[in-house]
């Protein structure tokens, strides 16, 4: 396809998304050159990676001075904090985004993990920081707990674009869809114009190794360690699935004939765990037309240097998928034990990290005092 194998994914459909993002990235000119070199049209972020660039980069300290002069409270400091980078990224790539008639050149702020389970909180949250940062091209992130499934229907109703995260399970997966399309229905009644509305559904992949490996791994037979490393890519490509069959449905074309766009399925947690596996296994495994992978820097870098992409590696492989599947459910692992806990653990380290966050801001604040 191309020398250069992220434009090589990019000719095969995928859209790169960087899943970090920084002041100091932001005002050294490193997002422009990623734009320009290694094909990326999108930033994620979420409290993690927040809480990274805050500890680790000078770049904070003139606004958060000028924050701690106004009596600033912390939560409103990271409010503002946050926002302003994430606007500012949002410029960067204002021109990817109009060149794609808004499918791409996207940047995704989560609302506070801690609302994971109040819908009403989230769905307030989300349209603050919608009217705060005021970016056609931002995505607000909310994360596929069952609460958030009523938030968002009502965030996708209002017109705001979503980032649906911390999807793990199949099952889960089609309620998202069903609130997707049920917040168009209200759009479209409000008279909303539904080609404004983008949203993509984050499909958590290589977490599902990491706990099914391990409970493989304690089985400790041929059959069972035949199968590690396989759960990952096999749950994502049957997403895919459903993503074909929900979005070919009678429902959702008369959405889209009237000008809706389809929830994109997007790649999320597709840096390597196990150091034994291919750094870019879950970039390769998981080409397919109208995705989008989210890739920590280190996995960006090594599918641009080495990857080989060889073209959709999703549509064919559901019979296999649906094999790797049965296969680990006929060892006694509960496949919706193993989702459900993940979701439960994906909120609980978001939480951990939020609070990570407001301890680097409050230490933050109080030095600048």
């Known amino acids: 396809m191309s020398d250069n194998p992220t434009a090589a994914l990019s000719a095969a459909g995928v859209s790169i998304w960087l899943d970090d993002l920084s002041r100091q990235r932001i005002g050294s000119g490193n997002l422009e050159q990623l734009i320009a070199e290694k094909n990326v049209v999108g930033v994620t972020t979420n409290p993690t990676i927040f ?15 000028e924050l701690a002069a106004q009596g600033t409270s912390v939560t409103d400091a990271v409010f503002e904090i946050t926002t302003d980078d994430v606007r500012d990224a949002a410029n960067i790539f204002g021109d990817v985004y109009e060149s794609t008639a808004g ?10 993990p801690g609302l994971a389970h109040d819908a009403a909180g989230t769905i307030a949250e989300a349209k603050r920081l919608w009217a705060k940062i005021d970016r056609p091209n931002v995505m607000i992130k909310i994360p596929a707990t069952v609460e958030g499934l009523e938030a968002i229907t ?5 017109g705001i674009s979503v980032n649906v995260t911390l999807i793990f399970s199949l099952q889960r997966y089609r309620e998202v869809i069903n609130a997707y399309l049920t917040g168009l229905e209200k759009a479209r009644a409000a008279g909303i114009d539904l080609s404004t509305i983008h949203s993509v559904a984050s499909f958590f992949v290589s977490r599902v190794d990491s706990e099914i490996d391990k409970r493989l791994t304690t089985i400790g037979t041929d059959e069972a360690l035949a199968l590690k490393s396989k759960a990952g890519l096999a749950n994502a490509r049957l997403a895919y699935q459903v993503y074909e069959q929900s979005f070919g ?4 074309k008369t959405l889209t004939d009237a000008g809706a766009n389809p929830q994109r399925p997007l790649w999320a947690s597709t840096g390597v765990k196990d150091p034994n596996l291919p750094d ?8 397919a037309e109208g995705v ?3 890739m920590p820097e280190k996995t960006l870098d090594a599918t641009f240097d080495h990857a080989e992409v060889t073209g959709d590696t999703v549509t064919g492989a559901y019979d296999e998928a649906n094999a790797v599947l049965d296969a680990i459910a006929g060892l006694g692992i509960s496949y919706d034990e193993v989702t459900e806990l993940l979701e439960k653990e994906g909120v609980e380290k978001f939480v951990v990290s939020w609070n990570e966050l407001l ?11």
Do not use: C, H, M, P
């Open 51 to 65: 809480a990274g660039a805050l500890s680790q980069s000078e770049s904070y300290a003139k606004q958060v001075g």
């Open 292 to 294: 989008v992978n989210t």
């Open 280 to 287: 870019t296994l879950y970039v390769t495994g998981l080409v």
């Open 249 to 252: 449905s009678e429902r959702a």
């Open 359 to 369: 301890d680097t801001v409050t230490a933050a604040l109080e030095s600048a005092k």
């Open 103 to 112: 499918f791409d050149g996207r940047v995704s702020i989560e609302v506070e």
């Open 154 to 158: 009502e965030t996708i109703g209002a």
